[in-house]
């Protein structure tokens, strides 16, 4: 099976900052990266698809980057919605695993 | 709009087994594949196994094999996950997800989802 790694564990930051995510899989993936954001008690929501592809409705202040086995998300300036916990997932072959997760908290 | 609604919270005793149900609408159901993944207290997101609701095609992740089953129901659009000889670490919310695209496509994440079902097996 692929594993995911995402670092860091905890991030805190200011309204406002450029934060970055990092996702490494344990053998290459291609592109095959989505990214996804969650609130407490809510299920996930899909931001980015293919690396790198927004998906449709979330802003454009999120991006997403990589290949191979290096991927990450950035939010070149953190707004209060921004404040949750961020999972990566490949797809490139079963089973689909998840990062651990990044909770990205108010400094 | 597509839209999956899970059915409600369970409590089941360790041993027993549990079916959660997640029912379609807003678009055709045979066209995509179902994803379940679950959600310990406190914990990160665990992907669980997929259904083809096209032909009924199940990949399912390896420590749950044997344990676990998932169907899909056609008239009802109606993705079903089981999970039989529950143990007190199968507490957990409970999610469906359907593919972002359909199943004929490449796949591109998990672009809706389930509201979550809670599941808590205790004595």
């Known amino acids: 099976d692929i594993q995911m790694t995402q670092s860091p564990s905890t991030l805190s930051a200011s309204v406002g900052d450029r934060v970055t995510i990092t996702c490494r899989a344990s053998?290459?993936?291609?592109?095959?990266l989505a990214w996804y954001r969650q609130k407490p008690g809510k299920a996930p929501q899909l931001l980015i698809y293919?690396?790198?592809s927004l998906e449709s409705g979330v802003p454009s202040r999120l991006s997403g980057s990589g290949s191979g086995t290096e991927f990450t998300l950035t939010i070149s300036s953190l707004q209060p919605d921004d404040f949750a916990t961020y999972y990566c997932?490949?797809?490139?072959?079963?089973?689909?695993?998840f990062g651990q997760g990044t909770k990205v908290e108010i400094k | 709009q597509v839209q999956l609604v899970q059915s409600g919270p369970e409590v089941k005793k360790p041993g027993a087994s549990v079916k959660v149900s997640c029912k379609a609408s807003?678009?055709?159901?045979?066209?995509?594949?179902i994803s379940w993944v679950r959600q310990a207290p406190g914990q990160g997101l665990e992907w669980m196994g997929w259904v083809s609701a096209y032909n009924g095609n199940t990949n399912y992740a390896q420590n749950l094999q044997g344990r676990i089953t998932m169907t899909t129901d056609t008239p009802t659009s109606t993705a079903y996950m089981e999970l039989r000889r529950l143990r007190s670490d199968d507490t957990a919310v409970y999610y469906c997800a359907r593919g972002r695209t359909g199943i004929m496509i490449t796949p591109s994440g998990l672009g809706n989802w389930g509201q979550g079902t809670l599941v808590t097996v205790s004595s």
């Open positions: 807003g678009y055709t159901f045979i066209n995509y594949g």
């Open positions: 293919k690396a790198s």
């Open positions: 997932q490949h797809y490139n072959s079963y089973p689909w695993t």
């Open positions: 053998q290459t993936i291609n592109n095959w």
